[in-house]
Nanobody, 120 residues
Framework: QVQLVESGGGLVQAGESLRLACAAS????????MAWHRQAPGNQRELVAS???????NYADSVKGRFTISRDNAKNTVYLQMNSLKPEDTAVYLC??????????????WGQGTQVTVSS
Protein backbone atom coordinates (compact mmCIF):
# COMPACT_ATOMS: atom_id res chain seq x y z
CA GLN A 1 0.00 0.00 0.00
CA VAL A 2 1.36 3.41 -1.01
CA GLN A 3 1.76 5.99 1.73
CA LEU A 4 1.67 9.73 0.97
CA VAL A 5 3.21 12.36 3.25
CA GLU A 6 2.68 16.10 2.71
CA SER A 7 4.92 18.90 3.91
CA GLY A 8 5.43 22.63 3.43
CA GLY A 9 2.25 24.06 4.90
CA GLY A 10 2.26 26.99 7.27
CA LEU A 11 0.99 30.44 8.15
CA VAL A 12 1.70 33.29 5.73
CA GLN A 13 0.35 36.72 4.91
CA ALA A 14 -1.66 37.49 1.80
CA GLY A 15 0.54 37.89 -1.25
CA GLU A 16 3.26 35.56 0.00
CA SER A 17 4.19 32.12 -1.32
CA LEU A 18 4.41 28.53 -0.14
CA ARG A 19 5.65 25.34 -1.74
CA LEU A 20 4.02 22.06 -0.79
CA ALA A 21 5.58 18.65 -1.35
CA CYS A 22 4.06 15.17 -1.27
CA ALA A 23 6.36 12.17 -1.13
CA ALA A 24 5.07 8.69 -1.95
CA SER A 25 6.55 5.58 -0.43
CA UNK A 26 8.46 3.26 -2.72
CA UNK A 27 6.22 0.89 -4.63
CA UNK A 28 6.59 -1.62 -7.47
CA UNK A 29 3.36 -0.27 -8.95
CA UNK A 30 3.06 2.60 -11.37
CA UNK A 31 1.79 5.93 -10.02
CA UNK A 32 -0.14 7.56 -12.85
CA UNK A 33 -1.99 10.71 -11.78
CA MET A 34 -1.04 12.74 -8.71
CA ALA A 35 -3.14 15.62 -7.45
CA TRP A 36 -3.67 18.21 -4.76
CA HIS A 37 -7.07 18.71 -3.15
CA ARG A 38 -8.10 21.14 -0.44
CA GLN A 39 -10.85 21.32 2.13
CA ALA A 40 -11.81 24.18 4.43
CA PRO A 41 -14.15 23.78 7.42
CA GLY A 42 -17.74 23.63 6.22
CA ASN A 43 -16.73 23.34 2.58
CA GLN A 44 -16.63 20.40 0.20
CA ARG A 45 -13.30 19.00 -0.84
CA GLU A 46 -12.21 20.42 -4.18
CA LEU A 47 -9.59 19.47 -6.72
CA VAL A 48 -6.89 22.14 -6.90
CA ALA A 49 -4.51 20.70 -9.47
CA SER A 50 -3.51 17.39 -11.00
CA UNK A 51 -0.67 16.07 -13.11
CA UNK A 52 -0.28 12.85 -15.09
CA UNK A 53 2.86 10.77 -15.22
CA UNK A 54 3.53 12.33 -18.63
CA UNK A 55 3.29 15.86 -17.24
CA UNK A 56 -0.19 16.91 -18.38
CA UNK A 57 -1.59 19.39 -15.84
CA ASN A 58 -5.05 20.59 -14.86
CA TYR A 59 -5.98 23.46 -12.52
CA ALA A 60 -9.04 24.79 -10.79
CA ASP A 61 -10.08 28.16 -12.19
CA SER A 62 -9.54 29.80 -8.80
CA VAL A 63 -5.80 29.05 -8.81
CA LYS A 64 -4.87 29.37 -12.49
CA GLY A 65 -1.97 31.74 -12.96
CA ARG A 66 -1.00 31.54 -9.28
CA PHE A 67 -0.34 27.84 -8.56
CA THR A 68 1.95 25.44 -10.41
CA ILE A 69 1.95 21.67 -9.99
CA SER A 70 4.98 19.57 -10.90
CA ARG A 71 6.37 16.12 -10.17
CA ASP A 72 9.61 14.23 -10.00
CA ASN A 73 8.86 10.67 -11.09
CA ALA A 74 12.25 9.39 -9.96
CA LYS A 75 11.51 10.58 -6.42
CA ASN A 76 7.77 9.77 -6.51
CA THR A 77 7.15 13.32 -5.34
CA VAL A 78 4.63 15.94 -6.43
CA TYR A 79 4.93 19.66 -5.65
CA LEU A 80 2.54 22.59 -5.53
CA GLN A 81 4.06 26.05 -5.84
CA MET A 82 1.55 28.58 -4.50
CA ASN A 83 2.16 32.25 -5.28
CA SER A 84 0.10 35.35 -4.53
CA LEU A 85 -1.75 33.54 -1.80
CA LYS A 86 -5.16 34.84 -0.72
CA PRO A 87 -7.11 34.31 2.51
CA GLU A 88 -9.59 32.21 0.52
CA ASP A 89 -6.78 29.71 -0.12
CA THR A 90 -6.81 28.79 3.57
CA ALA A 91 -7.54 25.06 3.86
CA VAL A 92 -6.11 21.66 4.56
CA TYR A 93 -4.29 20.56 1.43
CA LEU A 94 -4.30 16.83 0.71
CA CYS A 95 -2.21 14.85 -1.72
CA UNK A 96 -3.76 12.03 -3.77
CA UNK A 97 -2.45 9.43 -6.18
CA UNK A 98 -3.91 6.88 -8.58
CA UNK A 99 -1.90 3.67 -8.67
CA UNK A 100 -2.05 0.90 -11.25
CA UNK A 101 -1.74 -2.68 -9.99
CA UNK A 102 -1.58 -6.04 -11.80
CA UNK A 103 -4.59 -7.38 -13.70
CA UNK A 104 -5.75 -3.87 -14.55
CA UNK A 105 -6.48 -3.13 -10.91
CA UNK A 106 -6.33 0.45 -9.62
CA UNK A 107 -6.14 1.96 -6.14
CA UNK A 108 -6.42 5.49 -4.80
CA UNK A 109 -4.24 6.81 -1.97
CA TRP A 110 -4.59 9.91 0.22
CA GLY A 111 -2.19 11.74 2.46
CA GLN A 112 -3.06 13.09 5.91
CA GLY A 113 -3.03 16.70 4.75
CA THR A 114 -1.07 19.84 5.59
CA GLN A 115 -2.59 23.08 6.87
CA VAL A 116 -2.21 26.28 4.84
CA THR A 117 -3.38 29.48 6.54
CA VAL A 118 -3.28 32.86 4.78
CA SER A 119 -3.90 35.95 6.89
CA SER A 120 -5.12 39.33 5.62
Amino acid sequence: QVQLVESGGGLVQAGESLRLACAASTTPFSIHTMAWHRQAPGNQRELVASITRGGITNYADSVKGRFTISRDNAKNTVYLQMNSLKPEDTAVYLCAADIQKPFNSWSHAWGQGTQVTVSS
